[in-house]
């Protein structure tokens, strides 16, 4: 794959056309290209997953939080539930972006959460094994003690927005949250379709403000769970937003970086000025705020803008740290917590020198456990639609590999072919026109919180 340069998303950029960043080449943003997969989302995903690992270095290595411990500097780090807004949006705008190509239509309910259960349960239920494990026998992860029964039942059913239980992972609250809005997402698109995207925003939107204004000082007080109300209209706004993957020329050529830009300022602003104590007990406001800036932000990216920005998310690095973001979100917060509890104190002391070993050990020790945790439990579920295919493409591989090893590939070729066309048939056949809307929004990667 040739390696696009600066210039040339400049020049797509003038042209008013979007690049596709399967090819590296400018295509067309015609709606009619439902094949075309925006990959500069999955690097958005993947940045993400990393700043909520580095939220976590800071989180664990400095107390007192939300107050900030740490140096002034490292302040950026402490704003972690921001990162669950924008996965939320990114996931809301992802899974939408093929119902947007198709009127709005998606190809069956069943079909798309039995889809979207197969892509993000196997690799929850293999970290929730290894966070369990490193819970009971190396560090609790739980402000409310180590794991219990209880624990295993809530975390495994995928309640934990509901029940409350001592946790194994810090990270999973967001998990919960959406498996309730992926149950919710047929009803929201058909709301769009037959509504309109004002009519769903605002459906979403305003019970969520009314019950804020109701609390005690305009300010709701969030616990452990029951969040997945308070987050639904950031998800909402992202599926509005996919809307401008089918919209008009015009609609698609708005500087939508700049409008997020300038959304953005207010809500920085009045996080600089309040601090960190404030944000964290006002985030209930904030999400709502900043949601609009993250979708026109998104938008911009599904639109090919900014140019350098385009380029960034187009390496190989971003794009494969992208790709295994969710399982890097799944498995990092232990690493971490082993890092920081059981190995650091015994080579550095507390405070910064904690952070930087932290960093130094902890963030790539997460990132090579979380490639290989993903090439074992999650890439399997992301390259095959169904169960036979992949245990079919799983035998095949073997096949090849020990054909290769004996030199004797002439000799399995018959053998390899049936395997293959059993995977085809059980797979189905693959239809002519552009994917149905549930085809693309199950494969969407979940942007993890």
């Known amino acids: 794959m ?18 596709s960043l399967e090819s590296n080449h400018p295509v067309s943003a015609d709606p009619d290209l439902g094949g075309q997969h925006v990959l500069g989302l999955d690097g958005l995903r993947g940045l993400a997953a990393l700043y909520v690992l580095l939220f976590h270095c800071w989180l664990l290595t400095f107390p007192g939080f939300p107050e900030n411990s740490g140096p002034s500097w490292l302040g950026w780090l402490m704003y972690g539930r921001l990162a669950v807004v924008f996965f939320l949006v990114l996931s809301g705008f992802s899974l939408a972006i093929s119902p947007a190509r198709n009127g709005w239509r998606q190809g069956g309910v069943a079909r798309f959460l039995r889809r979207r259960a197969r892509r993000i349960l196997p690799p929850y239920w293999a970290a929730l094994v290894l966070s369990l494990t490193v819970a009971f026998f190396i560090v609790p ?22 029940f409350t239980a001592p946790t194994p992972n810090g990270a999973f609250w967001s998990i919960a949250v959406e498996a309730e809005l992926y149950l919710l997402f047929p009803f929201l698109l058909f709301v ?108 911009a990216v599904a639109t090919g803008r900014p140019a350098f920005l385009m380029w960034l998310l187009a390496t190989r690095p971003v794009r494969s740290l992208g790709n ?31 952070f930087w070993f932290t960093l130094t050990l902890g963030v790539p ?9 993903a090439e074992i439990f999650e890439m399997p579920f992301k390259r095959d639609r169904c169960w036979r295919s992949m245990l079919s493409a799983g035998r095949a591989r073997w096949i090849v590999a020990g054909a290769g090893a004996a030199g004797t590939a002439a000799a399995v070729d018959d053998q390899l072919t049936g395997i293959l066309a059993e995977g085809a048939r059980a797979e189905g056949p693959r239809p002519r026109t552009p994917a149905p809307a549930s085809s693309a929004a199950a494969g969407a990667d979940p942007p993890r919180s």
């Open 2 to 19: 040739r390696r696009i340069s600066h210039y040339e998303w400049r020049r797509a950029e003038r042209k008013g056309r979007t690049i």
């Open 324 to 354: 295994f973001s969710y399982s890097l979100y799944l498995i990092h917060l232990p690493i971490v917590m082993v890092v920081v509890r059981k190995i650091a104190p015994e080579y550095v002391s507390a405070g910064l020198p904690t």
């Open 141 to 162: 992860a739980s402000h409310f003690g180590p794991p219990d029964g209880k624990t295993v039942l809530v975390y495994g059913l995928v309640v934990q927005d509901v």
């Open 192 to 299: 769009r379709r037959r509504l309109g995207a004002v009519f769903l925003l605002a459906g979403v939107t305003l019970p969520t403000v009314a019950r804020g204004l109701s609390a005690a000082n305009a300010t709701p007080v969030e616990g452990v769970n029951w969040l997945a109300p308070n987050l639904a209209p950031v998800f909402v706004a992202g599926l509005v937003g996919a809307g401008v993957i089918a919209a008009r020329e015009k609609v698609r050529r708005l500087p939508w970086h700049w409008l997020a830009a300038l959304a953005i300022t207010p809500v920085l602003s009045l996080i600089m000025v309040k601090g960190p104590t404030w944000t964290v007990n006002h985030y209930f406001w904030v999400d709502l705020a900043a949601a609009p800036a993250m979708t026109m932000f998104i938008a």
């Open 365 to 373: 020790a997460s990132v090579v456990t979380a490639w290989l945790f």
